[in-house]
């Protein structure tokens, strides 16, 4: 099952998606436990590589934090 994005974008100089996500997600991602690409979640299953698309885990590079959430 995938992650929802608070907010999407399509970034046209670096021809890619970010997303925004709330901290939680953005803590599954940044800890491998869900695809920076894909958005894919591990349901707590660590891995370096996405099952889905391919794309390795040790990212977060395209993921914003919610800002209403961060204390």
Sequence with gaps: MAIKPLISRFDYEHNRW????SN???????QGYACGECLEDFQGEFRIKCPVCGHSTAGGD???????TMI
Excluded at 24 to 30: G, H, I, L, R, T
Excluded at 62 to 68: A, G, S, T
């Design 18 to 21: 970010e997303f925004m996500l």
């Design 24 to 30: 939680e997600d953005f803590a599954k991602v940044q």
């Design 62 to 68: 395209r993921i914003l934090i919610d800002p209403r």
